[in-house]
């Protein structure tokens, strides 16, 4: 069998297959590989905001506009969103997409990282976001089509997250 | 000539007008459906004191964002001017984002900062601005065209520039702390929807 593409490949091809353009970022180690291919290929605007939020906003305004977005960042970028999304995504009906490669978990050094990372979940689900965590490649392209379709259709924001057992994540050279 | 010649060269020497009337004053000058953002102290209530129009954006909450959403709606449609009016605390909690734009140089970004050195909304508490320059900021993080409205007719000079050269523009007012005259309607997604069929996102 052909090796499988990795998860950063699948994932352009569908961010393109859903015509989102418009990707601002907060950078992650971990997403490297994700945004240098974004960066690479005309078909995306992507730069670096300063804070998450502003991506955010950025992200909301694009859509309103016209052109679909996706915010990326990491784990400790969550933890600064809820006033955001509950204050504009939400209220608005604005679908901001966010994609976030988790850290804190599966072999994390950071005991900051690893507290934050604990926040992320339950403030998903105070505010009721449809939100899924991403471990294999097989199941990679469906998650992601299916979460920005119902996105999109449901005017909704939804949250990706990126396992380690997907992306590899972090670890401590010990 | 630079936008900043013959301009006040800081906060201090800068005259201080009444929002509602610049922002009649802006309003009068959008002729081709601009988009403009009204942050969230009282930029957004006398934008909708100064009419309704179906391109205005009233921010509801999200402190500081007003010039990141303008910013995305300017990437998304370039041929459209987009106007962000930001209050002086605001911008506080979001300079970054001066940064952001100097970088991408969003040639269809218009910035109106509205300083009364104060956060007025919340009751009038004193804020950094009267001793920080935003418009010294902005200037520095990269953004060149960036100047201090001298008076009410150097303001509608700066809007006319800033609506027809390429930006991105900032254009910084010193304001008084008159009540607005207005007080925004608060239906979030009656005002999304009425901004995308504003613009053209959706008909
Ligand atoms: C994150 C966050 N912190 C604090 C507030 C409370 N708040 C709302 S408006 C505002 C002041 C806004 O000041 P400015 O932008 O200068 O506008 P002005 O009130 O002077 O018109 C504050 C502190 C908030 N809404 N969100």
Known sequence: MPDPKPWYETTVAVFKRHEIRLIPFVPDNVL????????????????SCTREEEAMGVSAGGWMGGMRSIVLM??????????VIASLSVPFQIPTLMMVSERGTLGEF????????????????ALALEHHTIARDDELEFILDRSIRQAIATRMPACLILSPLLTGGKVFAA | MPFATNRPLARAEARVMARADLTRRLVAQLKHEEAVIGGIGFANFELWGAGHRPQNFYMLGSMGLAIPIALGVALAQPQRRVVALEGDGSLLMELGTLATVAGLRTPNLVMVIQDNGTYQITGGQKAA???ADLIGIARESGLTQAAWAADEADFDAMVAQALSAPGPWVIGVRIGTDRPEATTERDPTRIRDRFMRGIGTIR
């Open chain 1, 110 to 125: 950071n005991l900051g990282q690893a507290l934050v990372a604990k926040t992320m979940r339950p403030v998903l689900d």
């Open chain 1, 32 to 47: 490297r590989p994700l945004i240098g291919a974004i960066q690479a290929d005309p078909f995306f605007t992507s730069f």
């Open chain 1, 74 to 83: 990491q784990t400790s970028g969550f933890a600064t969103l809820p006033n």
């Open chain 2, 129 to 131: 601005s009267e001793t």
